[in-house]
């Protein structure tokens, strides 16, 4: 069965996507039409090692290195359809192993180079050479065959079994392609700026590690994709993203936006010539997500308790904003194909108590079950990722003891989460992750690719996740992807708790600042005022 660009996710249901100004704040209406020129100074959370898209994993990276590539299509933030770019159109085959691209005319690199078939496999073949290097696309093209170019401007790219997914993918800037010259660099050269030869909007100028990002206008761009709200080149001069103290220097005119704001400092953006843009992120929220292989969490019947003793409305009232949501399912209320189980997340104290009584799990002298002599406890492993992490699970621990069950947090390095995550060695780990696919659950639970959970065979996600994989048909992956978000909330494989958010600020010169579907940066259209 064909997929083309005009038909291929129509069918899409829509997806919640909050974009809210605050009082006060300049809007592009009030500022009067964009200006070409000057330079948007952006703060961001941190600095990046490395700022090429094809390896990166980070949101402070990626958001510059989306401004630097193009890639085969792009996906609508608001519906989740996948839409033209450097490709006109495309087709699947009918098990979604087999992806037929059609670029665009006129599309060039930095270095002047044509961006045809060629291009895009050496690219992906690049990609996939990565192996680990490459954070994202190395999941993206994990069961990628190889690419063949049919013609100079068709290229087909193979996968060894279906992988309905990479629609999606190829919309991302971690599959964003890169001139054939920028492969004479090293990984690590490429990391640095030196050969980041892209076709996007903006080119690479520098980088001072610690200090800044510069990036500048690519004249004669001309390529942009279906959703820009303008054709021809982008409207700033420079983007300078900068590390640091982002709240302060925003507030004194140092910077024109920041990114990631926290909810300790929403208050001060709120008003008072500035705008506080917000998306949620797709793709998996912030969850406590369950071995079934380790200690009391063996027993189906206390995963479930703990997903009935969480009460996320408290979360979110306390320890977050009214920009953060309640988690409704284990997927984000952004991402394609989401279900709203919110029944299956209500707050229910007596049923989580109901559930450990009948599985012999008796009050302990402390408050704490017991069951012949094991207490009910369980280590929860995170990272400050996210700085309200400790907060929100120190929380939710207040809340899980009021059933008996008694969460030991255990915070650790970003670094030590991630060999923990690997070796297996956990109860409970403490994350989200974005993406704009529900695949992302196939990636992270199916026994076939990272089994988080460490599920066996025959358990009762595996065949909803391939189903899904396998086609990219709407009226079939829907219910597929509907099937395995309940199986993991009635199981208790995950306990979703709140949907990340993210959270921009912006002063009265700054317009345009936009969000693309994975609720990373798209600064095409920005533009500034003032200067």
Not at 314 to 327: F, G, I, M, S
Request: aromatic residues 8%; contains cysteine; charged residues 20%.
């Amino acid at each position: 069965m064909s997929r083309t660009a005009a038909t291929s996710l129509l069918a899409l249901t829509a997806i919640v996507v909050t974009a809210c100004s605050a009082a006060g704040g300049a809007t592009g209406a009030d500022a009067g039409p964009p200006k070409p020129g000057g330079t948007l100074r952006l703060g961001i959370s941190s600095s990046p090692d490395c700022i090429d898209p094809q390896q990166v994993g980070t949101n402070a990276s990626l958001n510059v290195g989306r401004q630097l590539v193009d890639s085969l299509t792009d996906q609508d933030p608001a519906t989740g359809e996948i839409k033209p770019w450097l490709a006109e159109k495309w087709e699947s085959n009918a098990d979604s192993t087999a992806f037929t691209f059609h670029l665009r005319d006129g599309a060039t690199f930095s270095d002047g180079s044509p961006v045809d078939a060629t291009a895009v496999k050496t690219s992906f073949d690049a990609i996939k050479a990565l192996g680990p290097k490459s954070q994202l696309g190395s999941g993206y093209l994990a069961v990628y065959k190889g690419t063949t170019v049919v013609d100079p401007k068709t290229v087909k790219i193979e996968f060894s079994v279906p992988s309905a997914q990479f629609l999606q993918a190829s919309s991302t800037m971690s599959l964003g392609v890169l001139a054939p010259a920028a492969y004479r660099k090293t990984a690590d050269q490429r990391c640095q700026g030196d050969g980041l030869i892209g076709s996007g909007p903006f080119v690479f100028e520098s980088l001072k590690q610690n200090q800044e990002i510069v990036l500048a206008k690519r004249k004669g761009y001309n390529w942009g994709s279906s959703l820009f709200k303008h054709q021809g080149e982008a409207y700033l001069d420079k983007i300078v993203p900068e590390p640091g103290v982002r709240t302060g220097s925003l507030a004194s005119g140092q910077l024109d936006a920041i990114t990631d704001v926290q909810p300790v400092d929403e208050p001060q953006f709120t008003g008072n010539g500035f705008t506080e843009p917000t998306r949620p992120n797709p793709g998996i929220v912030f969850n406590l997500h369950a071995n079934v292989t380790k200690g009391v969490l063996t027993d189906e019947k206390v995963r479930q308790a703990v997903v009935k003793g969480i009460n996320r409305p408290e979360v979110t009232n306390t320890v977050l904003t009214p920009n953060y949501k309640p988690a409704t399912s284990v997927l984000g209320s952004a991402t394609p194909f989401y279900t709203d189980l919110s029944p299956l997340l209500a707050y229910d104290p007596a049923g989580a108590t109901a559930l450990l009584e009948n599985a012999g799990w008796l009050p302990g002298p402390d408050g704490i079950r017991t069951k012949n002599g094991q207490r009910l406890t369980a280590k929860v492993v995170f990272s400050l990722v996210f700085n309200q992490n400790k907060s929100v699970l120190e929380l939710v621990q207040q809340q899980l003891r009021k059933i008996g069950f008694d969460l030991q947090i255990e915070q650790r390095t970003t670094a030590e989460s991630v060999q923990i995550t690997q070796s297996g060695n956990y109860e409970y780990l403490w994350y989200n992750t974005t993406r704009a696919d529900p695949d992302i659950l196939r990636n992270l639970f199916s026994t076939k690719a990272n089994n988080r959970s460490k599920l066996s065979a025959g358990n009762p996600v595996d065949a909803p996740l391939d189903a899904q994989s396998s086609t990219v048909d709407p009226a079939k992956r829907k219910p597929a992807a509907e099937e395995a978000q309940r199986a993991i909330i009635e199981h208790g494989y995950s306990a979703p708790v709140f949907e990340l958010t993210q959270v921009l600020a912006h002063g009265p010169n700054a317009h345009g600042v936009g969000f693309e579907a994975s609720s990373r940066l798209q600064l095409f259209d920005a533009w500034v005022s003032g200067s």
